[in-house]
């Protein structure tokens, strides 16, 4: 892993009287836009408080200051406002595009921090009376940062107009400047102007029905049921056992069974291993070889032994009997059967595996699909394990498109409307907050512009292990555990199903998926009280209530819209404290603290970047850990 780089702290800054430090960069009221200075005013914008008008900050006095600052290896810098021209201007920066900051590596090379027509704001703090955050973006690519420097100013208000308080490095090609000024102390309010703020996301129907499901079963059953976990479980070792289609024989095989194991987590539908690392195929296929011989490695052969029955119609039929939806995996980069580990031959061919080209096996991963996408009614969802081939992506956007255009991806951004995102993680106890915004973070963004909820997939079996291994399996606690980090931190809980290699979900494993299941129920079945509201809701008790815990849910389909909110308690003499904060709510966050006696509750939404809709604020009593 990566270790994060350090902040750079450039010690020395002259024209001023001292060094204090950077002050912290608190995002309140985030997606704000600049109203920038072409008429020399300098002025920009935050929005008001929930989107409604704006707060203007005049910066011009800020731009008649130039300072200087000497960094680690005697790296020069030099600086002005965000709206002003560096003031002399060194003679290395000649060449460089204007700019109010440079960074002077040497007599002959200065490279530009910023550029104004290239710029953002947003809100530091809950009060516009605590300053703007300006970014300037579209510096300088060279050097390591090819994506181009930027240079952020935090502009604070300070009576005494200090001017330049700190420079950093805060992250590589980031440069921030906290700066202090009167001008920051007191922006002009217009009820009646725009930001230019953008529009907040918003998910699709598909999208928002798979939060809803809020529980999904990942269920794994393929050839690596009966040769150990691994992708590909199949490998140069276990092939001359692996490459015979009849070593897949669940004798007793009973997808009823998985049923109801699925119904009692409450899950709301199931994505089943349709082709894993092996390339062993749970369908009855037609497709052939690049010989005209047929797909050998698959259920219900005619050239070889194989199991009798196709698994993935078996499946389709009764999840939809059962009213649950369905889905598949389908890995479009590993087939050992075809020599191909994570979309490249793996090595020497084996007795026993297919020989393709990359355009033949690009050819079969095309029918596979097809196949898979038409024979088996409406898919909820898809995975896309490992991503996909950028070879591949034209005709799955084409296939997906024609066939199956209302399923949500797992790993499917680029492919489809309606993406899921993986959070990171297969603990099942991802970091908060998580954000149902921009794909390409895996805990989300709050400022990105696509809609994209959080998948959080976990195992059942200790030691992540995702096929069935007879491995001894986590507690009823710790289930608990990734249900709050999951369901109740904006995420869908995307729980294993290991199938054992009867064909059955393993009686222990069923155990304990009931257990959540009607822990779950008992818990979060009735609340104590509920409300509903705006910017605040309110639960009244008509007598002294003990809980320890909240669900707080904003109107999904609004989007996200919430950036801060605290919860108060109110005690039996009407006096109210803060028991809890945090940033996103999203589609559902659960909140837990310390058991309180408590005659009412309330929800204060302090930071959103539009009106907000409470489409849920419920206090629960306390329920047993285990």
């Not at 029918?367 to 070879?391: A, N």
């Not at 249900?483 to 054992?500: K, M, P, R």
């Not at 605040?536 to 669900?551: N, Y």
Request: proline share 6%.
């Amino acid at each position: 892993k990566k270790k994060k780089k350090k902040r750079r702290r450039i010690p020395a800054i002259h024209n001023m009287a001292s060094l204090v430090v950077a002050v912290a960069v608190c995002l309140m009221l985030a997606g704000g836009s600049a109203a920038s200075a072409a008429d020399g005013t300098c002025s920009f914008c935050t929005p008001g408080h929930f989107g409604a008008g704006a707060y203007v900050y005049d910066l011009s006095s800020l731009s008649g200051k130039t300072f200087n600052a000497t960094g680690v290896d005697n790296v020069e810098y030099t600086l002005t406002g965000p709206c002003g021209a560096v003031s002399p201007l060194p003679t290395a920066c000649a060449s460089e595009p204007s700019s109010p900051a440079y960074q002077v590596l040497s007599p002959s090379l200065c490279l530009q921090l910023g550029q104004l027509v290239d710029n953002s704001t947003s809100a530091l703090g809950t009060s516009p009376k605590q300053g703007i955050q300006v970014t300037l973006k579209g510096g300088n690519n060279q050097h390591s940062c090819t994506q181009g420097r930027q240079l952020v100013y935090n502009i604070v208000c300070d009576p005494a107009d200090a001017g330049l308080k700190s420079f950093v490095e805060s992250h590589p090609c980031t440069y921030e400047a906290t700066w202090g000024t009167k001008a920051a102390c007191n922006p002009t309010y217009d009820a009646s102007a725009t930001c230019g703020t953008a529009p907040v996301p918003v998910p699709t129907a598909d999208q928002l029905a798979y939060q809803r499901h809020e529980i999904m079963a990942l269920t794994h059953f393929n050839m690596a049921t009966f040769v150990g976990d691994g992708d590909p479980a199949c490998n140069k070792g276990n092939w001359d056992v692996s490459q015979h289609p009849s070593h897949f024989n669940p004798v007793k095989l009973n997808i009823s069974n998985w049923i109801e194991s699925y119904n009692a987590l409450g899950a709301k539908h199931a994505v089943l291993t349709a082709k894993h690392g092996c390339g062993f195929l749970l369908w009855e296929t037609n497709t052939t070889l690049p010989d005209g011989s047929e797909y050998g490695f698959a259920v219900k052969r005619k050239s070889v032994p194989s199991f009798g029955r196709d698994v993935l119609e078996e499946f389709s039929t009764l999840m939809q009997a059962a009213g649950l939806g369905h889905g598949f995996y389908y890995s479009t980069g590993n087939n050992f059967y075809l020599n191909t580990v994570n979309f490249k031959p793996a090595g020497p061919l084996l007795p026993g595996q297919g020989k393709v080209t990359p355009d033949q096996y690009n050819t079969l991963v095309e029918q596979h699909v097809t196949e898979l996408w038409t024979k088996f009614g409406s898919l909820f969802e898809i995975w896309f394990d490992h991503g996909y081939g950028g070879d591949q992506k034209a005709f799955l956007v084409n296939l997906l498109q024609k066939y199956q255009p209302h399923a949500v991806g797992f790993g499917g951004d680029g492919l489809m409307p309606s993406p899921v995102k993986w959070v990171g993680t297969e603990s099942g106890m991802p970091a908060s907050p998580v954000w149902a915004t921009g794909c390409g973070a895996s805990r989300g963004d709050p400022d990105a512009s696509d809609y994209c909820p959080t998948g959080g997939d976990t195992t059942l079996q200790e030691g992540d292990h995702w096929f069935w291994i007879g491995n001894s399996i986590r507690t009823l606690a710790d289930l608990i555990k990734v249900y709050h980090s999951t369901v109740g931190n904006n995420c869908v809980l995307e729980l294993d199903f290991a199938i054992d290699r009867t064909g059955n979900v393993d009686p222990k494993h069923a155990v304990a998926y009931k257990a959540l299941g009607d822990w779950i129920r008992s818990c979060y079945g009735t609340p104590a009280g509920s409300a509903t509201g705006t910017t605040s809701a309110t639960i009244t008790f008509p007598a002294a209530q003990t809980v320890d815990r909240v669900m707080l849910q904003e109107q999904a389909q609004l989007g996200e819209r919430v950036r801060a909110y605290d919860v108060l308690s109110r005690d039996a003499s009407g006096s109210w404290s803060k028991v809890a904060s945090g940033t996103a709510i999203g589609y559902k966050r659960i909140v837990q603290f310390t058991p309180i006696s408590t005659t009412g509750l309330m929800l204060n939404v302090t930071g959103a970047v539009l009106p907000p809709t409470i489409a849920n604020f419920a206090a629960f009593k306390p329920c047993p850990s285990s």
